[in-house]
């Protein structure tokens, strides 16, 4: 069976790991659409893809590429109203989706306001609605990701179940000192995406970063070692910042510096 093929990608700043973000995110959309004829795609929350949201707003991929075959998703989200300032789905929504040609009915948002269980069980039953033939979950042709300086990625934060045989979870934790009652995809869904992108910056991420790559493999305490998805492609995109922890090399891993 193919193995997952990881690749490393070091970048000066923010700026530059944006742009590659973007370039990638497109070049991966444009190959779904001429493969398959549609792209899935689940985007992530934080701080860290607002600048690759906003390169992707504008010119070149505006006009480039096949929005109108493009569905969008999301690996987690808080459980707020879809106008709050901390929803996942208003931040991309806002600064990326409004401005693009992406039919409404191609929008696929987790109804964080229904409380996490109600809006868990409203989420599997959209994604069925939209999953290949033959397959329970519909499988995501790129899952955008951050990482939680503590290790977290979507909504699985250290210490939670290790989930198996469900498509989502209610998430309710207790992280930044308040409690984090979300909705997240589970590695059941997420190991069966085509491709895989992390971002990660920032020195407060160096230590969760080279533990989740070179570490002992605890994917109990660092839940982005859960995600590996098999025949997939899994790229980090790091500043150096975030990157400044990492060995020189890593077996099987594509490092560019
Ligand atoms: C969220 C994300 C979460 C995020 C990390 C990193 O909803 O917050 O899904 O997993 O990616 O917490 O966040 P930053 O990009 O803000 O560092």
Known sequence: ?????????????????????????????????????????????????????????????????????????WGDERCVPSDDAESSYNQARTVWLAHVPVPEGNIFRIKGELGPHAAAEDYARQLKSVAEAGLDWPRFDLVLFGLGADGHTAS?????????GVATVAVTAHYQDRPAN??????????????????????????????????????????????????GNIWWLVDTAAASLLPEKIDGVVFHR
Do not use: C
């Open 156 to 164: 699985l934060f250290p210490g939670s179940a290790d989930t198996s």
């Open 1 to 73: 069976m193919k193995t997952d093929k990881l690749t490393i990608q070091v970048f000066p700043g923010s700026a530059e790991l944006s742009r590659a973000a973007a370039d990638l995110f497109a070049s991966t959309a444009q190959a779904a659409v001429s493969a398959r004829g549609r792209f899935l795609a689940a985007l992530s929350g934080g701080s860290t893809p607002r600048a690759m949201f906003d390169m992707m707003a504008k010119s070149p991929y505006l006009e480039r590429l096949p929005w109108g075959k493009m569905l969008f998703f």
């Open 182 to 231: 979300r909705v997240s995809l589970t590695p059941e869904v997420f190991n069966s995406a085509r491709s895989v992108i992390f971002l990660a910056t920032g020195a407060e991420k160096a230590q969760a970063l080279a533990t989740t790559l070179t570490g002992a493999r605890e994917p109990v305490k660092y839940p982005a070692q859960r995600i590996h998805p098999a025949g």
